[in-house]
């Protein structure tokens, strides 16, 4: 089995790269990661400490070049390993993937859709059209992160249902402890708020840092942390420092216990944009049993079952989601009801357990991860 990823940064695909390669490995299915740049490579320890052999490509980022580079490694790699069966975490690219994988004899390929198609972006969505068309007679299924997904996937690039399917991210369980619960708030102790996801433009962390500054003028004491690294991060140090928080809100960077920082927050905040296509923090919050506030955009408002589970806000709005922090602080039994009502859902349809069982099925190792299900 090879599975294809951009790079083993501590994101959302190389992060469910890891928990396939968890349950897989369990249940007697050999993994072997293709990484196409070597860096960031903030999980690797985490790979290596489940000793799941990786090749690291380092493809060129420019040329066309790149391309049939690309599906010659990709054709060695199958060569090499005698690979039945390939998953491609980036799509788009993954047109090429497929091409070396099929000449190298892989019988089953399928790729991961993350997120919502923009087509806003003219001749470069245009571009990333084609490279699905030329994807599609190679590919067996495209596997979409959540319904809104596989909304945008049949709508933007021509995709036929059958084409597609769903496959929820899911989370180990186990990694979240709910045993130490959180004292009650006083007034010398910080309400804690946390946002974990990548500092990119798809995200939308400056709306929670203006939100912050609100809830300090209002004489809040709050304390706001942010875990990730990316590209905008310049920008939201700046802001950080222009609205004078810096007493208030932490950029922690990468962190490889985002179990233990989610399970000690008082709030889980999620606020990003309509790109998100589901949002794996999301879901780990909701495994930890802490309160979400998160934008209301297509994959939280499905995440979430409409706000049953979490308290929506309108995207880039600031003072909603002020207000929202202001009402789960006032409110913390209903907010906690949420919280334990989310939890059951995430145990329930995010396990990593089932991620890793679906998966299985739209690649064709449905007999082994059944097996492997009636014997843990």
Known sequence: MLI?????????TPRMALVLCRYWLSWGIRPVLVILHAAPADLAPDFDALAV?????DIPKKGY??????????????????????????????????LGARLGGVRHVV???????????????????????????????LVCCSRYVQEGTIKYFGIRERETAVVY????????????????????????????????????????????????????????EIVGEGSQRGMLEQLIASEGLSDTVSLLGVRRDVPAIITELDLFVFSTTPDEGFGIALVEAMIAGVPIVASDVGACREVLSGGTHGILVPPADAIALADAIDFVRAEPKTASLWADRAREKALREYSGEAMAREYGKVLGLSFLAHSARQTT
Do not use: C
């Open 111 to 141: 790729a991961h859709v993350g997120n919502y198609p923009d087509a806003s972006r003219g001749s470069a969505f245009a571009k990333f059209q084609l490279l699905v068309q030329l994807g599609r007679p190679l590919t067996d299924r």
């Open 4 to 12: 294809v990823v951009s790079s083993l940064a501590a994101e959302g």
């Open 53 to 57: 052999e990786g090749i690291v490509l």
């Open 169 to 224: 991210n899911g989370v180990p369980a186990e990694d979240f402890s709910t045993d130490a619960m959180q004292s009650p708030t006083t007034p010398d102790k910080p309400f804690t708020i946390g946002m974990v996801a990548r500092l990119e433009k798809h995200k939308d962390q400056a709306t929670l840092i203006r939100a912050a500054k609100i809830l300090k003028e209002r004489g809040r004491n709050i304390h706001v």
């Open 65 to 98: 070049a790149r391309y049939l580079i690309l599906a010659a490694h990709i054709f060695g790699a199958a060569r090499r390993y005698r690979a039945t069966r390939l998953l491609s975490m980036p799509f788009g690219w993954h047109a090429f993937i497929a």
